[in-house]
């Protein structure tokens, strides 16, 4: 088992920047692929970053390319989602997932691909 705790949520007016944590326990941190999703009211759960064990490949929705960045650090046990110039459409609960993979080059996109969930931050962008 994985256990997912994310942290950094809160309240910014558009343009403005807020930095996501999730710290990971229970397995070996760099076995596992990760990833940043979102779900806003009435919406589906969408990704948004991704990164691979090592974290020298990322990947990015198109609409957060450019204004998010997923980094994460190994030793830390914990993945960042850097959120800068943030729109109010930004708005969502914010969640990181995690799934064992055995390749460097593989990131999953996709939710159904992931085995362990946070319980979410919530992220609130006012216009």
């Known amino acids: 088992q994985v256990q997912l705790v994310e942290s950094g949520g809160g309240l910014v007016q558009a343009g403005g920047s807020l930095r996501l944590s999730c710290a990971a ?8 692929a990760m ?3 979102r779900q806003a009211p009435g919406k589906e759960r969408e990704a948004v970053a991704a990164i691979n ?4 490949n990322t990947y990015y929705a198109d609409s957060v390319k450019g204004r998010f ?21 930004d708005t969502a609960i914010y969640y990181c997932a995690a799934v064992r993979v055995y390749y460097d080059y593989v990131i999953p996109r996709s939710a159904s691909e992931y085995d362990y969930w946070g319980q979410g931050t919530q992220v609130t962008v006012s216009s």
């Open 25 to 32: 326990s229970g397995r070996t941190f760099s076995d596992y």
């Open 69 to 89: 960045t997923i980094s994460r650090d190994n030793a830390k046990n914990t993945v960042y989602l850097q959120l800068n110039s943030l729109k109010p459409e």
């Open 53 to 56: 064990w090592k974290g020298g």
């Open 35 to 37: 990833g940043w999703f």
